[in-house]
């Protein structure tokens, strides 16, 4: 049962991870985009911020899953601890990003301080996590990454929510988005306090 869950969390980052790249092969219309006016799709700043929160949080997410192996941290630490830092750089700047492009979230204040939220506590968490063990306090290092990488992953259960919640509003988007906006990422952290209990983490 455990290994069945391990490796559908490895599919899902994985897939979600390459997900990002669907925007440079299709038209900018496709999903999200298409919820967006010209003027803001026209908006030099608006596209920095967005393609540096989905290129890069595509990034944290694909390598992200490999530093909860306890088999890689014991017998590749040095791989660890690159593979840490390029998760570290990708989940600060995906957080920035996302924290910009927050104030225009789809669906007005409600999706915007859900969205911001995220960025923040994604953001903050990443960077307590990676002082944590530049000053050697490894058990915080790892409290730390467990609740970075539930915000990480609220790619994912943003994808996973979203279709029922259409579906569930009859298709209409925006109430779906709004209540998406917290519900991919609160639950996330919610297990991430319950695994870091399990594990007796201080």
């Given at each position: 049962?455990?290994?069945?869950?391990?490796?559908?969390?490895?599919?899902?980052?994985?897939?979600?991870?390459?997900?990002?790249?669907?925007?440079?092969?299709?038209?900018?219309?496709?999903?999200?985009?298409?919820?967006k006016s010209e003027l803001?799709?026209?908006?030099?700043?608006?596209?920095?911020?967005?393609?540096?929160?989905?290129?890069?949080?595509?990034?944290?997410?694909?390598?992200?899953w490999t530093q909860f192996?306890?088999?890689?941290?014991?017998?590749?630490?040095?791989?660890?601890?690159?593979?840490?830092?390029?998760?570290?750089?990708?989940?600060?700047?995906?957080?920035?990003?996302?924290?910009?492009?927050?104030?225009?979230?789809?669906?007005?204040?409600?999706?915007?301080?859900?969205?911001?939220?995220?960025?923040?506590?994604?953001?903050?968490?990443?960077?307590?996590?990676?002082?944590?063990?530049?000053?050697?306090?490894?058990?915080?290092?790892?409290?730390?990454?467990?609740?970075?990488?539930?915000?990480?992953?609220?790619?994912?259960?943003?994808?996973?929510?979203?279709?029922?919640?259409?579906?569930?509003?009859?298709?209409?988007?925006?109430?779906?988005?709004?209540?998406?906006?917290?519900?991919?990422?609160?639950?996330?952290?919610?297990?991430?306090?319950?695994?870091?209990?399990?594990?007796?983490?201080?």
């Amino acid at each position: 049962m455990k290994k069945s869950i391990w490796w559908s969390f490895i599919v899902l980052c994985i897939a979600v991870g390459f997900y990002p790249f669907i925007y440079f092969l299709m038209d900018r219309k496709f999903g999200l985009l298409s919820t967006k006016s010209e003027l803001l799709l026209n908006d030099t700043l608006w596209n920095i911020g967005f393609y540096t929160h989905i290129i890069w949080g595509g990034v944290a997410l694909l390598v992200g899953w490999t530093q909860f192996s306890k088999k890689w941290r014991t017998e590749r630490l040095e791989l660890h601890r690159r593979i840490g830092k390029i998760y570290v750089m990708s989940a600060l700047l995906s957080a920035i990003g996302g924290i910009f492009i927050g104030f225009n979230a789809t669906g007005g204040l409600i999706s915007e301080v859900g969205f911001i939220s995220l960025g923040a506590i994604w953001f903050i968490t990443t960077l307590l996590a990676f002082l944590d063990i530049r000053n050697g306090k490894v058990l915080r290092h790892q409290k730390g990454m467990i609740y970075s990488y539930a915000a990480c992953f609220a790619a994912v259960t943003l994808r996973l929510w979203l279709p029922l919640l259409i579906m569930a509003h009859q298709g209409d988007f925006v109430p779906a988005y709004r209540i998406v906006a917290w519900l991919c990422w609160v639950p996330n952290l919610v297990v991430a306090w319950v695994l870091v209990r399990r594990a007796k983490i201080p």
